[in-house]
């Protein structure tokens, strides 16, 4: 079953400088228990897409557009109030930069306790005992004395840690986690990648993993959705998505570098488009290998090429032998 | 290192500090011309033997070296010494002024801090709403304005038309200003108060409310904030506790600051309200050079400005804990 359904999802951002599509459209399921990757350059509509889920895009930001469904229930059109129950306790969020999503000038343990008061109304002695279970999960040494210290005192692999932590408090059902390593070193990232796997096996945990990293997603993630300019490009399997790449896909996996090949990496040219005024039709043409003049003028939709896979690409089957 | 260790240790950094501003002004105040003449200067009678026995007996006519040593020697024993002008000793002069332009200061820097915190946070949150243009209008105005015409206007339309309020000085006297038909002596202070806090106020509050807006637009945009959206914290408490606390920085910055400039006075609007403080008598003994009161009124102005910044320093340290004291 689905627990997150996404249906033509549009987020603008209404700026002096005119309307920004950054989530233009965008469609894709996410299954119960399942790790899905979200995947895509940086501003492709990720993190919007995860802000729209928890309905906390910051101004001038707005939905305007498409549903969503969490376990069937249609979240767009719930009372704030109600909305913010969800928030931590069903639906969580991790970000990229654990420095910058601590507050500096509360201790960990005033940040954490307040969270489970607020959705639980318990005493604070009972909150405290809760975030220490939920520090020791993550395995920060000394959970105890975690409590009484600020963020500034612990390395970034650790506050990590406390920020999956803080996002597990209240045992939600579905976890986002917007690019949790790109900010750490290379070593702590394997740890925190090893421990979202363990966390996400052990307690049931549905994760969406929003990352641009192609090695990360096939380490963690059964499902893929890739984005670009605020549309979803492709969904699939990693063994569809490897075999049979949309042609952006297939630019992202030549991106990667590789040790069993020697060839030389290859770059996308161009720049992602300005999202005010987006590019015609496919809007991945302009820097797309394949492109043909009925890509620029026909927007090509998301269907589904077998087993589920969906290409939204005009020349997809004929690059694939069909 | 402990807190104590640290205010010493500051204390004892304020020493040359102190001396060296001494010397500064001692100097300036030496080349800025003879007091004597400017004193005599109204009365044709006055023999150049008259002004010369004075510039004897104010020790005027010794090297500056060794007039500066006597004054430090004097200074060091908490002793001013007197004014050129009625003889008064300094000290007398300065402790009438300074609890004055001290009520005067603290009530308008608090009320201005304490009505900024509202207006600051209201206008980050509504960002190019009707309220934010309509208070960015009057901050600009504030700062622009010039005290002493902000002033002038006042007593114009509440002394002169209205008749509410007193115009001038700090106490009624001979008689209690009645208000309300009431007199009475707190009731009379208020009064006195009113306008001239009211003015410092305005002066304050725009730069206040401006440095406390952007301070929580800047906040408002972290990850921090987003990240305790996402844990369903309420977003009031969101704004109130998680932003305010770090973007109240810079205000305390400037109140600190205000403090101890505070006592340097306001003088132009002590002057148009003819307060009783420490500005308007600064202002009055340059004037005249009267170089003991000017050298008073000094010390004490370089001593509160050092104070409140070792206070400022201090406040950082228990608001913020990244910063600590050593």
């Known amino acids: 079953m689905d627990l997150l359904q996404v249906n033509d999802l549009k987020t603008y951002f209404f700026t002096e400088a005119g309307v920004v599509k950054a989530v233009d459209g965008i469609t894709f399921n996410v299954e119960k228990g399942c790790t899905v990757g979200l995947v895509g350059e940086s501003g492709s509509g990720k993190s919007v897409t995860a802000q729209s889920v928890l309905r906390i895009v910051p101004r001038p930001g707005k939905i305007i557009g498409g549903k969503i469904f969490f376990n069937g229930e249609d979240i767009l059109s719930k009372k704030e ?21 601590l507050n500096p000038v509360f201790t960990i343990g005033s940040q954490l306790t307040e969270i489970v008061s607020q959705h639980k109304g318990v005493k604070k002695s009972d909150a405290a005992e809760e975030v220490i279970k939920a520090l020791s999960l993550v395995r920060l040494p000394d959970p105890e004395e975690a409590l009484n210290r600020y963020p500034h005192q612990f390395s970034g692999g650790m506050k990590q840690r406390i920020c999956i932590a803080r996002a597990l408090l209240l045992n939600p059902e579905l976890l986002f986690a917007d690019e949790p390593t790109t900010n750490l070193d290379v070593t702590i990232q394997a740890q925190i990648i090893n421990l979202l796997m363990e966390l996400q096996k052990n307690i049931g945990l549905t994760l969406v993993m929003i990352t641009h990293d192609m090695g990360i997603v096939t380490q963690m993630c059964k499902c893929v959705v890739v984005l670009y300019a605020g549309n979803v490009m492709e969904i699939g399997s990693i063994e569809q998505i490897f075999q049979m790449p949309h042609p952006y896909t297939e630019a992202l996996l030549k991106a990667v570098p590789r040790l069993d090949q020697t060839r030389k990496l290859v770059s996308i040219p161009g720049n992602i488009p300005n999202l005010i005024n987006p590019p015609s039709g496919c809007r991945f043409h302009p820097r797309c290998q394949y492109a043909i003049d009925r890509c620029k003028d026909e927007i090509p939709p998301l269907i589904d090429v077998g087993d589920g896979h969906m290409i939204s690409c005009h020349r997809w089957r004929e690059l694939n032998g069909g | ?180 038909g009431i007199q009475n002596p707190f009731l009379d202070e208020l009064a006195h108060l009113a306008m001239p806090a009211t003015v410092l106020t305005l002066a304050g509050l725009a730069y206040n409310t401006r440095l406390l807006r952007a301070g929580m637009l800047e906040v408002l945009r972290q990850d921090y904030i987003m990240a305790a959206r996402a844990s369903g914290i309420p977003e009031r408490k969101i704004l109130l506790k998680y932003a305010l606390k770090n973007a109240i920085m810079p205000l305390i910055t400037l109140l600190g600051m205000s403090i101890g400039f505070a006592i340097a006075g306001a003088p132009a609007t002590e002057t148009v309200f003819s307060w009783p403080g420490l500005g308007r008598a600064y202002v009055t003994a340059a004037s005249r050079l009267d170089f003991p009161l000017i050298m008073g009124i000094t010390m004490i102005i370089t001593i509160m400005i050092l104070v409140a910044n070792l206070i400022t320093d201090i406040s950082y340290a228990a608001i913020d804990p990244r910063i600590s004291i050593d």
């Open chain 1, 81 to 101: 109030d109600e909305m913010r129950s969800y928030r931590g306790k069903k639906i969580s969020l991790i970000f990229q930069d654990p420095t910058s999503s």
């Open chain 2, 1 to 180: 290192m402990g807190l104590a260790k640290y205010v010493i240790r500051r204390l004892l950094y304020m020493i040359p500090l102190i001396l060296g501003i001494s010397i500064v002004v001692f100097l300036v105040m030496y080349a800025a011309g003879d007091p004597i003449q400017i004193a005599t200067a109204g009365n044709p009678s006055i023999t150049e033997a008259q002004r010369q026995f004075l510039r004897e007996y104010y020790g005027l006519n010794d090297p500056i070296p060794v007039q500066y040593v006597r004054w430090l020697d004097h200074f060091l024993h908490f002793d001013f010494g007197k004014s050129l002008y009625g003889g008064k000793p300094v000290n007398e002069i300065i402790s009438i002024y300074f609890w004055e332009t001290l009520k005067l200061q603290l009530v308008s820097i608090l009320l201005a801090f304490a009505i900024s915190i509202p207006i600051g946070v209201y206008s980050a949150v509504k960002q190019r709403s009707w309220f934010d243009y309509i208070f960015s209008g009057i901050s600009i105005a504030g700062v622009s304005f010039p005290v002493f015409f902000l002033g002038i206007i006042f007593i114009l339309v509440f002394s002169y038309q209205l008749g509410w309020l007193p115009s001038a000085g700090a106490h009624g006297a001979p008689q209690l200003w009645p208000v309300f």
